[in-house]
């Protein structure tokens, strides 16, 4: 491979090809969270559920964007959603009361 091989017309097109999909993946994890953080401010879930729900979302973020901090900023903000707004099971509520 020569020293301006990177310049050749078929590898620009894989370039911006790769660049457009990272920007398309970029763009669907943003929706998957704003979809996530939806569904956890309903409050319909258990706390075991949204936790549940946060780990898909961390894992999916992470397989599509690696090399990319934005997912464990959004894993994090999910947490606190999930914590706010999730309802407490059966054990909890009995632990809880256990404790005061």
């Avoid at 998957?32 to 569904?39: E, N, R, S």
């Avoid at 949204?50 to 894992?59: D, G, I, K, Q, Y």
Wanted: glycine share 2%.
């Amino acid at each position: 491979m020569g020293e301006w091989d990177y310049m050749k017309p078929e590898n620009v097109a894989k370039m911006k090809k790769t660049k457009k999909y990272k920007e398309y993946q970029e763009r669907s994890i943003k929706d998957y969270y704003k979809l996530t953080a939806k569904i956890l401010k309903l409050g319909v879930l258990s706390d075991r559920d949204s936790a549940h729900l946060c780990v898909m979302f961390e894992s999916a973020a992470i397989e599509c964007l690696p090399k990319n901090n934005i997912s464990e900023d959004m894993f994090a903000k999910l947490l606190d959603v999930s914590i706010k707004y999730s309802k407490p099971t059966k054990k909890w509520k009995k632990l809880k009361l256990k404790d005061y």
